[in-house]
C-alpha cells in the first residue's frame, strides 16, 4: 500500500492553519461563556434590584402606597395567570386561574409565610373576606416563593378559608410588578386594576381599598 508524503512546506502551512482554527475555536467558546456569564450577573443584578427597596424604606415597609392606593399596574388590565391550588390534600391538578373569577371584584393578597407583616395581616383579611364574601368580592391569596408546608402551616395557623394559590416560581408576583412583601393588588369587575397597596394591612387601609372596588 502505497502512501504520499506532502512536502514540508505544505505540511507545515497545514500544521499551522490546524492550530490557527483551534485556537479560534477556543476563543470562540471562551467568549460564549464569557457573555453567559455577563447574561447570568445581568440578570442577578435586575432581579436584586426588583426586590430591594429604595434607600430609607423597609422591605415590607407598612405604609407604601395608602396615599391613593396608586402602583406600577394600576389603571392596567390585571393579568390572567393559573397557579397550584394550595390546600390541604390539593393534588397537583387541582389549580386556580384569575379568570376563574371573571365579573367578581377581586383582592388579590401577595405574601409568604416568613414575612412577618403578612402573619399580622392575615386575621383581618380573614375577618373582612367573611364579613364581605356574599357581596360579590373575592379574597386570593398568592404565597410568594414559599415551602408547601410552611404555606399550608401559615394558612391553618391563622383560619384562613379564602382560596390561595402557590407561586413558587415568583413569576406571577413580578409579572404584577410586585417588589415587596406583602403586597394587596385591588382588582375592579372589569379586571382592571384600581388600587395598589404596599406594605401591612390594617383595617381603615383594606376598608379604603374596598371602596375602590365599588366605584
Known amino acids: 500500500m ?14 499551522s492553519e490546524l492550530a490557527q482554527a483551534q485556537r ?43 396615599a391613593g392606593f396608586s402602583g406600577p399596574m394600576v389603571g392596567k388590565m390585571a393579568p390572567d395567570f393559573r397557579l397550584p391550588l394550595l390546600a390541604p390534600g390539593a393534588g397537583s391538578n387541582s389549580t386556580v386561574a ?24 392575615a386575621p383581618i383579611l380573614q375577618a373582612t373576606w367573611q364579613r364581605v364574601q356574599g357581596q360579590g368580592i373575592v379574597f386570593l391569596g398568592l404565597d410568594f416563593q414559599d415551602n408547601r408546608h410552611d404555606a399550608l402551616t ?29 403586597t394587596t393588588i385591588f382588582i375592579d369587575r372589569t379586571g382592571k386594576i384600581v388600587g395598589w397597596h404596599e406594605g401591612e394591612l390594617t383595617v381603615q387601609l383594606l376598608e ?4 375602590l372596588l365599588s366605584h
Do not use: M
Not at 2 to 15: D, F, G, V
Not at 102 to 118: D, F, I, R, T, Y
Not at 208 to 211: T, V, W
Open 98 to 121: 384569575l379568570s376563574d373569577f371573571k365579573g367578581q371584584a377581586l383582592v388579590l393578597n401577595v405574601w409568604q409565610s416568613s414575612c412577618e407583616p403578612c402573619q399580622r395581616e
Open 24 to 66: 479560534r475555536r477556543r476563543r470562540s467558546i471562551a467568549i460564549f461563556v464569557i457573555v453567559s456569564l455577563l447574561n447570568v450577573a445581568l440578570l442577578a443584578v435586575l432581579w436584586s434590584q426588583l426586590l430591594t427597596p429604595a434607600p430609607g424604606q423597609n422591605s415590607t415597609r407598612s405604609n407604601a402606597g395608602s
Open 208 to 211: 379604603q381599598g374596598l371602596k
Open 154 to 182: 401559615f394558612l391553618q395557623a391563622h383560619g384562613i378559608t379564602y382560596t390561595n394559590v402557590s407561586d413558587s416560581s415568583g413569576a406571577t408576583a413580578i409579572s404584577y410588578g410586585v417588589a415587596n412583601l406583602p
Open 2 to 15: 502505497s502512501t504520499e508524503t506532502l512536502p514540508a512546506n505544505e505540511s507545515t502551512a497545514l500544521i
